[in-house]
């Protein structure tokens, strides 16, 4: 027999899941944790916190790992591979998988953290892959809620904006791509968690797809000049011509098929990544902080 609140989370040994599998466990909730390697398994000390060595590619560890869980949160993906296959098998298929055993555990709720990269035109790999895991979850029975996140920065994020700030704090030196004028709408990773919280609490959020993003969208350059101005550090900017970089990773990618896959990022580098949280600020009563806001409230909590 099931008890209430026993959560099951999927990447709990990422960024993200570390800080929800934390947020969970302090406020009384039984966590799940689906880890991959064995050195994540003593990340959590809390009573609360279970850890399971599994893979979304290996359904007999998955359904072992769900236990009598009641809630699924689903946030492991592949974002960086060497080849498109690894993108199909973890971000499709493992969804598949996931859905299957979801299902069979009789889960209440199921909340997919997508992400904006499903809404961009053309797709990247990454950004196709989690379409088409969104079309599986959409096309299963289960009572399912579908969260497209902006990208995520907060205490101990070490890929995206923490990987930034460390290089601001050391390089003469800011290089940026093209004239810095691409927007991104970043979003603190207290702001996600939140909004995933509400998408098991609320039941009028069955089937619905939520936008989530920091309130405001800044151009690549005024990221940059705000971390300048928290860090309280002066830096010379050098806007470097992407054109060439471009034409570049055209050439290489037709060369050699790990550079094809890697190559994406930088072609599509100066796209806007841009939400409409509107639906998540009315439904979710969502109200993200803001980017300096987050920044300060991010390095106080790393001291």
């Known amino acids: 027999m099931k008890k209430n609140n026993i959560y099951f989370v999927t990447g709990a040994g990422g960024f993200i899941g570390r800080h929800l599998v934390d947020k969970l466990a302090k406020e009384g909730s039984h966590v799940r944790c689906l880890v991959r390697r064995d050195r994540h398994k003593d990340l959590w000390k809390s009573k609360n916190i279970t850890t399971v060595l599994g893979d979304l590619q290996d359904r007999d560890s998955l359904e072992n790992a769900i236990g009598n869980a009641n809630f699924c949160i689903h946030l492991a993906s592949v974002i960086n591979s060497k080849n498109k296959a690894e993108f199909e098998d973890v971000n499709v298929r493992g969804m598949s998988n996931m859905i299957d055993v979801s299902l069979g555990a009789n889960i209440e709720k199921f909340v997919y953290v997508s992400s904006i990269d499903a809404e961009l035109v053309p797709h990247s790999l990454y950004g196709g892959t989690k379409l088409a895991a969104e079309k599986k979850l959409k096309e299963s029975s289960l009572n399912y809620t579908i969260l497209r996140s902006t990208v995520v920065y907060g205490q101990s994020d070490d890929k995206h904006i923490s990987s ?119 439904e979710l009563s969502f109200k993200p902080i803001g980017f300096e806001h987050g920044l300060r409230t991010m390095l106080k909590g790393d001291q």
Do not use: W
């Open 164 to 282: 930034l700030i460390k290089f601001i704090g050391h390089s003469p030196l800011v290089p940026i791509f093209g004239d810095g004028y691409y927007k991104r709408q970043p979003v603190y990773v207290g702001d996600l968690i939140y909004a995933i919280k509400k998408c098991i609490e609320l039941e009028g959020t069955t089937g619905k797809i939520y936008d989530i993003a920091g309130p405001s969208a800044l151009t690549m350059n005024e990221i940059v000049q705000t971390i300048l101005r928290v860090l309280g550090k002066k830096r010379m900017i050098v806007h470097l011509p992407i054109a060439p970089v471009k034409r570049l990773c055209l050439v290489l990618g037709k060369i050699n098929r790990f550079l094809r896959t890697h190559s994406q990022q930088i072609l599509s580098i100066d796209q806007d990544k841009l939400a409409d949280i509107g639906s998540a600020q009315g």
